[in-house]
């Protein structure tokens, strides 16, 4: 590596397209404004805090990666691992599907199976890194990641027309969203309310912020696997006392509904895990916080379409039949 090569990190994620859906907008009321990170080449946005996080674990000398991952953050660790040319050693849950497995194969990772979900998976990771000398990713919870994360926002801070009035996203173990906030700051955008959408049987963050202190639940039980963290990260909690977050839940058939209808209307297939941001418009939850006086005047909403590649047609028509919709 030159000394031009360190000063400057290879990108590793798209730029991906910000863009007003008329059809969506027409169903809302309002203008909706979708960053599509279901574009990028891992098909989510992990690779915009995973890829960061890898890029400089390289400059400080890192020559081997462990991860833990069911899947998006998993296919972020691989590809990010290949194009910076260093070996990966990926543990993931038995609720990971075959075809990740093999994604991430293809992709070069070395996949071992364990545990029944993310923790129990994340827990073997660590113990193998710790004694092989690998350097972990984490699926969420660094500032490498937050910072990887952040450019959604600075990038449609360019590419919107102007300040939305609100924003929209899903959590998991909190990466997402600590990155959205944080890229809120740096634009100066901070006043801005996000809606943190997640599914009931997967809502960690609902939980602690219900209860005011972090939350273990005992098990995943909803299908938004990849919302599946029993315990939200410590950043992201703390980030409820200095930001206007609306924590909100729905069912796991209001994010499958969200899934079809966006198949519908914008001719992409997303998993519930995107569902549940996406439910946020197409089942009334930005009306009903309008209603209980949470939202004020919403004329513009931006939403981010976090993709996944934990779905595919098979699985929607399972869902659709499951779920009588």
Known sequence: ????????????????????????????GFKVYLKLENLQPSGS???????????????RGA????????????????????KLGLPLSIVVPETCPSFIQEDLRKQGAQVEVFGSCFDEANERALAKAEKEGLVHIHPFDHPDIWEGHSSIITE??????????????????????????????????????????????????????EKGSLV?????????KCLGALTVSKRTFEC?????????????????????NFAEDEKMI??????????????????????????????????IVCGGKMVNLELLQK???????
């Open 319 to 325: 869902w659709k039949l499951q779920f009588g919709l």
């Open 240 to 260: 409820t006392k200095m930001f206007n977050i609306l924590s909100e839940v729905v069912e796991d058939k209001e994010a499958v509904r969200a899934c079809l």
């Open 270 to 303: 997303v998993e519930p895990s995107c569902g549940a941001t996406l439910a946020a418009v197409y089942s009334g939850v930005i009306q009903k916080l309008q209603q209980e006086k949470k939202l004020g005047d919403i004329k513009s909403a931006l939403v």
């Open 216 to 224: 273990t639940l005992p098990a995943i039980t909803s299908i938004a």
């Open 156 to 209: 449609c801070e360019q590419q919107l027309e102007s300040k939305p009035d609100v924003v929209v996203t899903c959590v998991g173990g909190g990466g997402l969203l600590n990155g959205v906030l944080d890229g809120l700051k740096k634009v100066g955008w901070e006043d801005l309310p996000v809606i943190a959408m997640e599914t009931i049987g997967a809502d960690c963050f609902n939980k602690a912020v």
């Open 45 to 59: 946005f992990k690779i915009r805090g995973i890829g960061n996080f890898c890029q400089k674990a390289k400059q």
């Open 1 to 28: 590596m030159t000394s031009l090569d360190k000063a400057t990190p290879r990108i590793l994620h798209y730029v991906t397209p910000c863009f007003l859906s008329e059809t969506i907008s027409s169903r809302a």
């Open 63 to 82: 020559t081997k990666f462990s991860s833990s991952s069911g899947g998006n953050a998993g296919l972020a660790a691989a590809l990010a691992a290949r």
